[in-house]
């Protein structure tokens, strides 16, 4: 069998400073200059036969400051199998029975100084240990000085398939491989960090989960493609949907299995047409073959919320948050503009691929927390998050998820969360343990498959639960990331599902590997407990789709009745939580209240701000829900009055224009525009457009009749409603309005005025005008008189 571990070191980690792995134990030092080595091992093949040669290798490091004497490495091991699951994990701490047989041992040096290592390598003849029978058998490998002092060992497991000839049991193994992150966005430009660049990466999270899932070498090339325009990132969101050709494998570079000869267009290798046609070969067998080079089942368990993400970051320029705690605080966040992101352009691409053709399930929008939202009088939001699911996986996948699957959070559903899935048109779902428990007296592993109660308006199929595997999840979550650690999580991996088809529990079962959400395994991890998935003999691959309930008559009660447990209630967010998502609900609710038709571009914030992934993050969960709110307050405050100058008025009507403003890029708005003067009796408003449309980036002018009564200052009162009146703005703008003008009708009586006074005056001014001229007239007469009177009497003299 085909080892996928490599041999590795691992420094010492000091007891009672750092957490130690389960499967590690550190003897506890006589003095502080005792020697606390690890001991890492190789362990080959996964599983022994009798036949088989058993090789444990691996590195004792000294990383005290002391030197070791005489270090040797020995085999420690019982003849004994183990007897039930739960001795796996008893065996594993250290803290239980020791083994007492030994195998093999060698001596790693005659003196290890600080920091020096020494590489060993064990081997035995399977025979020689006189194992017993099908079973798993505790292995130790321990490192002692030349004392008999242990300075480090390692607990692990040994599978063993029993003699030439005897029957290895088995047990059929259906995985659900998860592609799913905690929501990365606050508003859907914001992203709260820049963790999810990383982890579409190659060496990502998510770029490991869809490389190992694909089973396939993927490129994380860019290639000479325009890659936004590819997958039609281009396109508007709302519309756009990337179609693959299902027949697509991965990108160009990307080979589904190993082979000498390059594959035709057809799947199959020149060498293998040459020979079908040759040798003609079967159809039957041709299938095998390419069923075979697909590699191990896997069912893609998707947030549609992860993917829009993705698609988000891979679009255009965004925003990234620096400390968005920091709005919790009331400091600024920092915020950094990016550009669209290449690494998830290519995650995208190679996912398309990946999943062109294949199963995918997907869990409500942003794994909203149902239970609360349905607990708490929210169904709205609830639907919401099904609606917006299936849209962003078809978006960003190009396939749909199969909706007959249902995937609650936290793998638990109340009677409410069931019923509501069920009308939605599931009928598988996937489940924790802790809904679907085992029978008290159950001994032995469950099959996954357990029947549900039918629901009224649910669909027409028997509904069932799958339930995944708690003890596989448990090891799938070892840590796989260090040095050798991938290679103690395979083993245990090997080890724990031999022990599952080795109980006495009959035939047919499955057993549901669902790592989890969270899932973030080392690259060997991740792609070897799929390969051994397929290698070791004890198991056969099961595609998920394919499970079923067997027939109601050959049916064993193995699993309680649906269950809620008691942590489910404490666990989910409390209806505080959920009241201060209602009031942003509110404002989500007004500002869609002015969009032309059903959009809603704020909802995918609001179900994220729902997810059950805040349960336990609330600071966090408070920053995200100012910010939402923030940006809602901002894109209202793009469809506005634009202020202009005060108005004057030189006569007593007279027509001003109020320009309003829609600043949004993506929406057209229907507003109504609200005038109405402070002060009706001095300046009254008349017919004016109230109600009307503008297009993104636009403005339009509306004109408003006055008339004013009397001269002064008055203030015209401004504001944008919708369509129920509600404004839409937190204050008015005020416009101011001077009348200056009497108008005509002022003139008119005024000149009237002016001609009657003229008129009134006119006859008295005419006599005294007279009577001053009679009055000189009447003294040019008299001077007159007197000179000749003068002259006359010197003539007579």
Do not use: C
Request: charged share 25%; hydrophobic share 40%; aromatic share 4%.
């Amino acid at each position: 069998m085909r080892r996928f571990a490599s041999a590795t070191a691992v420094m010492v980690m000091t007891a009672g400073l750092l957490p130690i792995p389960a499967t590690t134990v550190l003897a506890e030092p006589e003095n502080d200059e005792s020697v606390e080595p690890l001991v890492v091992e190789r362990v080959t093949p996964d599983a022994v036969d009798a036949d088989s040669t058993l090789r444990v290798s691996g590195v004792v490091t000294n990383t005290t400051a002391d030197g070791v004497e005489d270090v040797t490495v020995r085999m420690r091991y019982s003849r004994h199998p183990f007897s039930d699951r739960d001795d796996l994990d008893g065996f594993a701490s250290g803290n239980g029975w020791q083994p007492g047989a030994s195998g093999p041992d060698e001596d790693v040096a005659d003196s290890l100084e600080p920091d020096a290592s020494g590489e060993f390598s064990l081997s035995v003849p399977v025979e020689d240990l006189e194992l017993s029978s099908f079973g798993v058998y505790p292995l130790m490998i321990e490192a002692v000085d030349g004392d008999g002092e242990r300075l480090g060992a390692q607990y692990t497991f040994l599978p063993f398939t029993g003699e030439d000839g005897e029957d290895v049991p088995s047990v059929d193994i259906a995985w659900v491989w998860p592609l799913m992150a905690q929501p990365q966005r606050a508003d859907d430009d914001t992203f709260l960090g820049d963790a999810l660049s990383g982890a579409v990466g190659e060496d990502g999270r998510l770029g490991r989960l869809l490389e190992a899932g694909a089973q396939s070498d993927l490129s994380f090339e860019t290639g000479d493609e325009d890659l936004v325009e590819l997958l039609g990132l281009d396109e508007d969101p709302a519309e756009a949907t990337a179609e693959p050709d299902a027949t697509d494998g991965p990108s160009e570079g990307a080979t589904a299995e190993p082979s000498d000869a390059e594959p035709t267009e057809g799947g199959t290798t020149d060498d293998g047409d040459a020979e079908a046609s040759a040798e003609a070969e079967d159809s039957d067998e041709a299938e095998a073959g390419a069923a075979e080079s697909a590699g191990v089942p896997v069912t893609w368990a998707v947030d549609p919320a992860t993917l829009d993400d993705v698609v988000r970051l891979a679009r255009e320029s965004h925003d990234v948050l620096d400390d968005p705690g920091a709005v919790s605080e009331g400091s600024d966040p920092g915020r950094e503009e990016r550009p669209a992101d290449v690494a998830a352009q290519i995650w995208l691409r190679e996912a398309r691929a990946a999943l062109a053709g294949e199963t995918v399930i997907a869990t409500p929008y942003a794994s909203v927390d149902l239970a609360s939202l349905l607990r708490n009088g929210m169904e709205a939001d609830a639907a919401a998050s099904l609606e917006a699911g299936r849209g962003a996986v078809e978006r960003a996948l190009g396939v749909a998820a199969d909706g007959s699957f249902a995937l609650p959070a936290d793998g638990l559903m109340d009677d409410a969360v069931y019923e509501f899935l069920s009308v939605d048109g599931a009928h598988r779902f996937l489940l924790d343990e802790a809904a679907k428990p085992a029978v008290s007296d159950l001994s032995t592993t469950p099959t996954a498959q357990a029947a549900l109660r039918p629901v009224e308006d649910g669909p027409a199929e028997e509904p069932f639960a799958l339930v995944a595997d708690r003890g596989l999840a448990d090891v799938l979550a070892m840590p796989s990331r260090e040095p050798g650690e991938s290679e103690l999580a395979l083993q245990r991996f090997a080890a724990e599902t031999a022990m599952i088809a080795g109980e006495n529990a009959g035939d047919d079962r499955v057993v549901v590997a669902y790592p989890g959400p969270d899932w973030n395994p080392g690259a060997e991890l991740a792609a070897g407990v799929l390969e051994a998935s397929d290698s070791l003999p004890w198991l056969t691959p099961e595609r998920l789709e394919d499970v079923g309930l067997a027939d109601e008559d050959d049916r064993e009660t193995t699993r309680r009745a649906l269950t809620y447990p008691e942590r489910g209630y404490g666990d989910e967010l409390t209806a505080t939580y959920l009241g201060q998502v209602a009031d942003v609900n509110r404002d989500v609710r007004l500002f869609n209240s002015v969009l032309l038709g059903d959009s809603d571009p704020f909802r995918p914030a609001v179900l994220r701000m729902e997810s059950y992934h805040w349960r336990e993050r609330e600071d966090l969960a408070a920053a995200v829900r100012s910010l939402v709110s923030d940006s809602i307050d901002e894109h209202l405050g793009d469809v506005r009055i634009i202020p202009g100058e005060p108005v004057t008025l030189a006569s007593s009507t007279g027509t001003t224009g109020i320009v309003v403003a829609n600043d949004l890029e993506d929406e057209t708005v229907q507003v109504i525009l609200s005038v109405y003067s402070e002060n009706s009796e001095r300046l009254s408003v008349g017919g004016y457009t109230r109600s009307f449309e503008i297009a993104p980036g636009a403005k339009t002018t509306v004109y408003i009749p006055l008339t004013a009564r009397i001269n002064g200052r008055t203030e015209l009162q401004a504001s944008l409603q919708n369509e129920a009146g509600e404004p839409i703005s937190a204050q008015d703008t005020v416009i101011p309005v001077n009348a200056t003008g009497l108008g005509t009708q002022a003139l008119l009586i005024s000149g009237i005025g002016l001609l009657i006074l003229v008129a009134a005056l006119a006859p008295r001014a005419v006599r005294k005008w007279l009577r001053g001229q009679a009055a000189r007239a009447a003294r040019t007469d008299a001077a007159g008189d007197t000179g000749h009177d003068a002259g006359g009497t010197g003539a007579t003299k």
